[in-house]
């Protein structure tokens, strides 16, 4: 299997894909960028936020929600303004937020990175009425997250420490217990980022400094599919398109690495389907 190109933009390092209505929204961490990707038409619209942006997700009543260094915000694609909503680590100048997904139940969870990879970041759920819980941590590079389609397992990535771990996940209230590993990669030299899950609940899990996107079962606890990149910073997938099988993949460019292709968006159609996104619902 040969992923393609898609996009235009170059990333310096791409994260975050997520596919809701007709397009894919995804992040250019460090140069402050939200893209949203038509891929039917080829438009992309871009809106610098004025910080590193580790996530961005569709809000249902319109417009979208985001995380950076200094905390939430909502940001409204027509005007390009971005209003904060909380900042639960005011006092940790060394963290910003990175990935996050939304919850079948809309709520936003996202975690934060140390940049002195310290254990000093953690995982935060945003509820509908906007308070902010802090869930799991410590952590030092919070990543991949999402759920299944039961709604009762929650997945995620603490990107040193190799392991994917599983949460029993309680989508009334938001509770997470029974924490344990689901898959220790630490054997690999290259590390777990961005996840997904398709409609098999099989992870399928973008490796940084891996080149590689591999899927992952935990089911059978097996490695059941591999897809190569030219470059060695894969971050993360998203299943999207008009039937959920086209695997988009965000790719960032390695310091002193001269890689042609680096910080692109691909796409590729495994033969796995995905799942509808969640919004936020608040």
């Not at 460090?30 to 996530?55: C, F, N």
């Not at 059978?220 to 959920?244: N, R, S, W």
Request: some cysteine; hydrophobic content about 35%.
């Amino acid at each position: 299997m040969t992923p393609e190109l898609i996009s235009n933009h170059v990333s310096e390092w791409g994260e975050g894909p997520i596919w809701h209505g007709d397009r894919l929204l995804y992040v250019d961490i460090e140069t402050y960028k939200i893209i949203a990707l038509t891929p039917s038409t080829g438009e992309e619209k871009i809106w610098d936020v004025g910080q590193r942006v580790g996530t961005v997700v569709p809000r249902a009543s319109g417009g979208l929600v985001w995380a950076g260094d200094n905390g939430f915000f909502f940001l409204d694609e027509s005007t390009g303004i971005s209003t904060p909503i909380a900042d639960p680590e005011p006092n940790l100048p060394d963290n910003r937020f990175n990935d996050g997904k939304c919850d079948p139940a809309g709520r936003l969870w996202a975690g934060t990175i140390c940049l002195q990879k310290r254990p000093d970041a953690s995982l935060y759920c945003l509820h509908t009425d906007l308070r902010v819980e802090k869930k799991f941590g410590p952590v030092t590079n919070s990543n991949g997250i999402i759920w299944n389609r039961a709604a009762n397992t929650m997945y995620y990535i603490d990107t040193p420490s190799k392991k994917v771990r599983a949460f029993d996940y309680d989508n009334a209230t938001s509770a997470i217990t029974n924490e344990r590993v689901v898959w220790d990669t630490s054997a690999d030299p290259s590390s777990p980022d961005g996840m997904t899950i398709d409609s098999e609940d099989r992870l399928w899990i973008a490796f940084c400094h891996g080149a590689k996107v591999v899927c992952f079962n935990p089911a059978t606890q097996k490695e059941e599919m591999q897809i190569d990149f030219p470059c060695v910073e894969t971050t993360a997938c998203a299943f999207g398109g008009p039937d959920l099988r086209d695997l988009y993949i965000t790719t960032g460019k390695k310091p002193d690495l001269e890689e042609p292709l680096a910080g692109r968006l691909f796409v590729c159609r495994p033969g796995a389907q995905g799942v509808p996104s969640s919004a936020f619902g608040g």
